[in-house]
């Protein structure tokens, strides 16, 4: 067991969690998570002489340097991109652990424990009474899908029993925030518990890999077309009246605006102007169509080569946990930001680890 790897997970739940305080923008906690991981990047980079896993090529690394960089600045003079970046160097760094299951599981129980006793606090007190809703219920989603990890792994008795006790108490927690993205990504994560088998067979199929990656611009396609119909009033006013929201929350709206942009700004605005709540959309508002099939395609490719070791339930689970997160940016914010929550990200990283460890052992 070793406990910087259980210190480093938990060093970067603690990050996701202040770096959009009030404390965090006093004490520029997100340059400073930026930094110790650009260092840690460097070390392993040139000291170690470690690459990503899978490959990068030269005109993809080309192409993330120009469109996710350069070419952004060009247009706004802002380095959002590069900032948003470092979220990439968090994959490459935690790739380079291979992490066990018993370091997997208990740190995904500590960051389960992490996760209620901020949600608890907030629901149940003042101390974080200025915080936004669905930032709250973002980092406890986040919090469970990671605790899943230690849910799936668990053969006692009495542990999955106290598993599924933290797991009402969740819910009833994430239920009190309001937030209804919170509430229908916790019900597929309990889901995907009781059906380990099948999901494997489901993110084993290339097609259904393709359709997770582009599902955030499928949805927001939808919506949006949705709106632009006559009968879409009625719809908005019954959701009001019975919710005390617009449907889509005005959601619609932002989606909307960042296609209307797209002739205007076709290599994006170069800035997150605004916060699209949707993380395919984002990148398309803000790197353009190329940077956008640059980023699907990146994703795309760690999730193929991570599926060829299912059979590992780190990789598993990590893939698992990571696909979930990434739906659920289909209908909100911090995936894709100038300082993005780097929980999935580790998660992400975490899984490939193992899969270094594989083919270098072939």
């Not at 000291?47 to 706004?76: E, Q």
């Not at 309001?178 to 597929?188: N, T, V």
């Not at 942009?261 to 916060?275: A, L, T």
Request: glycine share 6%.
């Amino acid at each position: 067991m070793r406990i910087f790897v259980i210190l480093a997970i938990v060093l970067i739940w603690i990050f996701s969690l202040v770096n959009e305080s009030g404390f965090g923008l006093s004490f520029h906690t997100g340059e400073k998570m930026n930094w110790l991981i650009f260092i840690w990047f460097l070390y392993l980079f040139l000291v170690k002489k470690r690459t990503f896993i899978p490959t990068m090529n030269k005109v993809s690394l080309i192409g993330f340097i120009l469109f996710f960089i350069f070419v952004p600045f060009c247009v706004s003079t802002e380095w959002d991109g590069a900032t948003y970046l470092v979220s990439f160097l968090t994959i490459f760094c935690f790739s380079n652990i291979n992490i066990s299951t018993k370091e997997l599981s208990l740190s995904a129980f500590i960051i389960g424990l992490l996760g209620l006793g901020l949600i608890t606090i907030y629901v149940r007190t003042e101390i974080l009474s200025g915080w936004n809703d669905n930032a709250i219920a973002m980092l406890t989603l986040f919090s469970f899908i990671y605790f899943s990890i230690f849910f799936n792994s668990s053969r006692k008795k009495w542990v999955r029993f106290l598993c599924w006790m933290m797991t009402f108490i969740y819910s009833v927690q994430i239920a009190e925030t309001d937030s209804r993205g919170g509430m229908l990504f916790m019900l597929i994560a309990i889901i995907m518990m009781f059906c380990r088998d099948i999901t494997r067979k489901i993110i084993l199929s290339f097609k259904t890999r393709a359709l997770i990656i582009y599902f955030p611009l499928i949805i927001a396609i939808i919506v949006v077309w949705i709106a632009s119909q006559s009968w879409f009033e009625e719809l908005d006013n019954w959701s009001l009246l019975n919710y005390e929201k617009p449907i889509f929350n005005g959601r619609d709206r932002l989606w909307k605006v960042a296609f209307d942009d797209i002739m205007n700004y076709p290599f994006g605005r170069g800035e997150f102007v605004i916060n699209y709540h949707n993380s395919v959309v984002a990148c398309i508002g803000v790197f353009g169509v190329i940077g956008c099939f640059l980023w699907c395609n990146f994703f795309k490719r760690q999730l193929t080569v991570m599926s060829k070791y299912l059979g590992d339930y780190v990789v598993y689970a990590c893939m698992c946990a990571f696909i979930l997160i990434y739906l659920q940016q289909s209908v909100e914010l911090g995936f894709i930001s100038p300082m993005p929550n780097m929980l999935p990200y580790m998660i992400l990283g975490l899984g490939l680890g193992k899969v270094r460890w594989y083919e270098r052992k072939q």
